[in-house]
């Protein structure tokens, strides 16, 4: 599904990765953990191709393509989803609409035609009962006045609209209550496949408990200083970061 | 060319662009919804003007949308004669290439319990030029004024260029008024948000900047006029 090999990237002048090597199959389930400023968020940026921030060094293949090639929309299209730490507001474009681009420009990039507006509304229902996200949510402008919970939901309502094959859930979790921490677990649970992968970005046990990684990374000052299994977030849970730190 | 509204008449007018000089009296109780709609067919260039005169309770209603590129200029001069009267003037303009779109406002509040509501936003691309310029004069026996003047604007290019003056001069002491412009680029975060979730970028500018100028059509009554100007539906 995708390699990093040797990833260097940085903002501003400022290297934040230094030296990146991840690989993750088809169907696996990783869950990326460290300290508050490590470069997880800068890492989901960089594989989604956010322009603010600069690869200086290494490679990226996703299913045998050169990612750092790829405008964001393909890299989107080819199948990459990232489910952001802070979902941004779009005033005046309304969920609909936005859900509707994104499906047909997905589709258009594979050639397929355009949704019918019956297809398109028989989705976004079926959708949207998953994630038991409210249909006034839907009739809205893009993440505007919805609360951190929804925020998040809609994201991963985003998610099961889109299939990907490769979603990174940066802190999804943050901001849920108890009960939405299930219905998106839940979600995220039942769009899995034999060939979709996921990279679970959280500071928490409650998450990983429900999802159950097979591999749990541990990124500290843009490195990837510890990989293990779940031993190692319950161990983040009861001790913190100092051991890493330490170690380093 | 003069056009005279009869007492609580309620008049609909569609500019055709062949007067480059017009003249509108409103009497008591008129109301007028001044449709400007520019498209491919009616482009006049040259600079073009409307003076309106309202009498007592009358309502002067203009709705300007030239959203598909094009140069034009009007000046836009109203005069308050009668108590109560009110006016709402709407523009959104769209330029690209090397278009200047140009609009002169003027609103002259001489008697009391008036109002005027002014909402312009321009988009600008490649080396377009825009102008906006609207002066509020509210005169000393002109108590009670109630007056809002807004111009947004933003830029997509660095070549384009948007000049605005909003001004305000009062000489009444007892008035509710405010005016206002703003110049800003497209949100870099939204745009790369709408990317991430397979939105090609050309599409995603495209949506964002029509919902920057969905607040001025929301505020045009007849939808019918201008919708042929969009390429997404209302
Ligand atoms: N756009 C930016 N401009 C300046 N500095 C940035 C930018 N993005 C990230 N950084 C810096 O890079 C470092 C890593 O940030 P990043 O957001 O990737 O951390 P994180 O691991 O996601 O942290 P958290 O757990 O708090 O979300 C931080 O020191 C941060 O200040
Ligand atoms: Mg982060």
Redesign the pocket.
Known sequence: MLEIKNLHAS??G?E?LRGIDLRIGDGEMHALM??????????SAVLTGNP?YEVTEGSITFNGKDLLSMKPEDRAHEGLFLSF?YPVEIPGVSMTNFMRAALNGKRRYHGEKDLTAAEFIRLMKEKRTLLQLDNKLANRSVNEGFSGGEKKRNEIFQMAMLEPKLSILD?TDSGLDVDAMKIVADGVNSLKRADTSCIIIT?YQRLLEYLQPEIVHI?YKGRIVCTGGMELSRRIEAEGFDWVRNAD | MQIEIRKNDHKIIVDDFSASEMRMCLEEGATVDFYNIIDSDNMNTAPRSLSVVQHKQSTFRFHSVNIKGGSSSLSLSIRHEGDGAACVLNGCVVAGERDRVEHNIHIDHQAQYCSSSVLYKYVLSDEAVGVFSGRVLVRKGAQHTISDETNNNLCTSRACRMFTKPELEIYADDVKCSHGSTVGWLNEQALFYMQQRGIPLADAKRMLQRAFISEVLNRIPDKSRYAHLLSEPV
């Open positions: 903002v501003d400022k934040i460290g300290p508050n400023g490590s470069g997880k968020s800068t890492l603010m730490q802190e500071h990124l």
